[in-house]
């Protein structure tokens, strides 16, 4: 099955909020991220969060971490049509030689006006 | 601006014929990636580079894929015999090992194989 898992789709009126969430396998992940990608376009990091963190805050997004259920949240407060695209959570593994992101296959974010 | 360049953004080839992209990363930075991603999924891993050493490949989907980093610096992805199921858009990030190691990606080659 997948490492990272995602719901695909998620719609949300202009000025609410959003939450997208996440789940992950690996207990050992060090670091967990949340990045942006919008059409055609390349990855936009947003946040990270360390895995001994429970929050993460930077202005208008709130970083969610439940270590013990494997669980993680991104709010986005006041969510503008701006903010349409995809979002994807992943987990990074590093150890030995192996040291990458592993991805979940994204939460489509429709903001409508 | 110096975030992480890709060159070309976009590439169309017939089946068979070899392609080469090229990933340019932040400057200084030591750890270079390489991810496909495919319509409607999340990036999958393919390759690293710290520094010149390429650290793991065996993510590489076939031996007609390969990448190089010679200098430390810019690296090059080549795909030989290119088929169709190659099609996909191809990500370089790169990062600066220390404390988080973060990645940073480019905009990405689009690959369209005829």
């Known amino acids: 099955g997948e490492d990272v898992e995602q719901s695909l789709f998620l719609s949300v009126r202009e000025g609410d909020s959003s939450v997208i969430n996440c789940t992950y396998t690996d207990s050992s992940s060090t670091y967990l991220y949340w990045y942006k990608q919008e059409p055609g376009a390349g990855l936009q990091l947003l946040t990270y969060i360390f895995s001994n963190m429970d929050m993460k805050q930077d202005q208008r997004l709130t970083v969610l971490l439940n270590k013990k259920d494997k669980h993680l949240s991104l709010r986005i407060a006041d969510t503008q049509t701006g903010d349409s695209a995809i979002y994807f959570c992943?987990?990074?593994?590093?150890?030995?030689?192996?040291?990458?992101?592993?991805f979940g296959k994204g939460t489509k974010l429709s903001v409508k006006p | 601006d110096t975030g992480v360049s890709q060159d070309p953004r976009h590439k169309i080839t017939k089946r068979g014929q070899n392609v080469t992209f090229r990933c340019d990363p932040i400057s200084e930075h030591n750890r270079l990636y390489w991810y496909r991603q495919t319509l409607g999924q999340g990036p999958e891993f393919l390759t690293y580079?710290?520094?010149?050493?390429?650290?793991?490949k065996s993510r590489l989907l076939s031996d007609r894929f390969s990448a190089e980093r010679p200098k430390g610096s810019f690296s090059t992805l080549e795909i030989q015999r290119t088929e169709q199921g190659d099609s996909a858009m191809y990500l370089c990030?790169?990062?600066?090992?220390?404390?988080?190691?973060?990645?940073?990606f480019g905009p990405g080659t689009r690959l369209t194989v005829l």
């Open positions: 580079f710290q520094n010149e050493a390429q650290l793991e």
């Open positions: 992943a987990e990074f593994k590093d150890g030995g030689s192996q040291g990458n992101l592993i």
């Open positions: 990030a790169s990062s600066l090992l220390v404390d988080t190691d973060t990645q940073y």
